[in-house]
Every structure is written in structure tokens, then in C-alpha cells.
């Protein structure tokens, strides 16, 4: 069995973004050159997600919002989390968003349904944050 593991970095300008990284994933596949196999694919923080879905803005708005009515940001003071820092709210949205997507490589190929695109959320940005690239199969 063969494995690999590749770290991809963030830095976005705003506080959150949803970033499509299937073509990064894709490109870790590659390089791999594992055929069949797994990849998993894991925020390494707890303020951001990774996950798979449609990538259509007005989906991407209406995550947003809806995200901040389960979850809103301001005020701060809301949340017991909050004081030295201000991210409750990045951290609650992480959760229901998730951490980590695992998909099927066939023929060195993701395996996806015909809609189907990893985007990387970010809930608490600004700064450099990862996320982790694992592969195993042969
Ligand atoms: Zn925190």
C-alpha cells in the first residue's frame, strides 16, 4: 500500500470564504499516483471546515446566511467563549459544516457524483491556516 500526505495553506482576506479546492485534491492525486484508493482531505483547525457540495454562488450566499442566523457573529459578547478571543460563532459553524470529507479514488480519479466539489470554509480568517491531504491505496 502506498500513502501520501500533502499539507494545502489558506490566507483569506475576509473573516469567511468558501475556497473550491477539487482541483488541489485532484492535483495531490496525481502526485501521488495511487490508482485506487482513498483521500481525505481534514481542516487542521477548529474555526474551519471542509466539505462537499454545489459550486453555485447563490448557494455559497444562502450558507452564509443561514450560518449566521444558526450562529450569528456580533455581538461577541453573546457567547461564553468569547473574551480573550471572538470566534464562538467560527467555531459553532465549523461544526455543522464539518471537518473533513473522505473520497473514493477510481482509476486515479476522484469518484464523484456529477455535482459534486470540495470547498474549504473559512469561519475565522485573515491568517494562515491548513489543511491536510492524506492518501492511501495503491
Ligand atoms: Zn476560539
Redesign the pocket.
Given at each position: 500500500m502506498k500513502s501520501y500526505r500533502k499539507e494545502l495553506w489558506f490566507h483569506t482576506n475576509t473573516r469567511r470564504a468558501f475556497i473550491n479546492i477539487t482541483k488541489d485534491v485532484e492535483k495531490c492525486v496525481l502526485e501521488s499516483g495511487i490508482k485506487e484508493g482513498l483521500v481525505l482531505v481534514n481542516a487542521m483547525h477548529i474555526?474551519a471546515s471542509v466539505f462537499i457540495n454545489d459550486d453555485e454562488p447563490g448557494l455559497h450566499h444562502d450558507y452564509e446566511v443561514w450560518l449566521e442566523k444558526l450562529a450569528p457573529e456580533k455581538p461577541h459578547s453573546q457567547y461564553r467563549?468569547n473574551g480573550f478571543?471572538d470566534?464562538?460563532d467560527a467555531?459553532m459553524k465549523r461544526q455543522i459544516m464539518g471537518r473533513e470529507v473522505v473520497v473514493a479514488i477510481t482509476g486515479g480519479k476522484l469518484d464523484f457524483g456529477t455535482w459534486e466539489r470540495i470547498f474549504y470554509g473559512e469561519f475565522d480568517g485573515m491568517r494562515k491556516k491548513r489543511v491536510l491531504v492524506k492518501i492511501i491505496g495503491e
Open positions: 474555526t467563549h478571543e470566534n464562538a467555531h
